[in-house]
């Protein structure tokens, strides 16, 4: 077991086998390349993904099929290559990778999902990417609506 | 926003050193090459409002305002 501290979650001890490892970063977090995801029984569904070096650093996420039941995943060759998945094809949501989408949430706005640039977990190797689409299908600030978050 | 019509090994100048050359065009796009300046960030557009959007979601209240958020939605109200 490792150990890490987080402003949401105080002292907290996870396997090192659950971690998300972002070789590259995320656009903007490019030096942020572990993230360890959280669930917690109050907020069932959400994600906390808490970086392993910055405590103050937590985003949240969904499921992007939680937040749009037909959305459709479009990795990019490179980002497939750091994933170690093969270049020629889309990976399986679910099967062979895990879709999330980062959430914005604050008090006195609507929550809104970024489905432009959904992150993509390898759930073989835990390789996780920033896939940024490079088409203009989704929105990077899509409403929560009351269905979607279920 | 200025539109200008450009071919394939045309080029334009932004300023006095920055040029943005088109080198191919095919239906899949067309493939720019960039001479400019070390220190000028160039990024897809996309790449920016994807770190924008990160900032953005970097920032979130704590545990209890989140919950309460969260179970909102989830209600619908």
């Known amino acids: ?150 | 926003m200025l539109v200008l019509r450009r071919r394939a090994g045309e080029s334009i100048f932004l300023g006095d050193d920055i040029e943005i050359a088109v080198l191919e065009v095919n239906s899949q796009g067309a493939k720019l090459g960039i001479r400019a300046p070390r220190e000028l960030v160039i990024l897809r557009k996309e790449l920016k409002v994807a770190a924008e959007q990160n900032r953005a979601a970097a920032v979130s209240p704590g545990l209890t305002e989140v919950t309460e958020i969260f179970r909102k939605i989830q209600k619908g109200s």
């Open chain 1, 1 to 150: 077991m490792a150990e890490l501290i987080s402003k949401k979650f105080g002292k907290l001890e996870y396997q090192e086998d659950s971690v998300f490892l972002f070789p590259q970063g995320l656009p903007a977090f490019e030096d942020e390349k572990e993230f360890v995801p959280i669930e917690n029984p109050d907020t069932a569904g959400l994600v906390y993904l808490q970086s392993a070096k910055t405590p103050e650093l937590c985003f949240l996420a969904l499921p992007a099929g939680a937040v749009d039941r037909e959305y459709q995943l479009e990795v990019g060759r490179d980002d497939l290559a750091a994933l170690g998945l093969d270049t020629h094809r889309q990976p399986l949501p679910g099967a062979e990778v895990l879709v999330l989408v980062l959430l914005c949430i604050s008090a006195d706005v609507p929550v809104t999902a970024n489905l432009l640039a959904p992150v993509v977990v390898n759930l073989a190797n835990r390789k996780a990417v920033q896939a940024v689409r490079s088409d203009s299908r989704y929105s990077p600030r899509h409403e929560l609506r009351q269905e979607d978050a279920c």
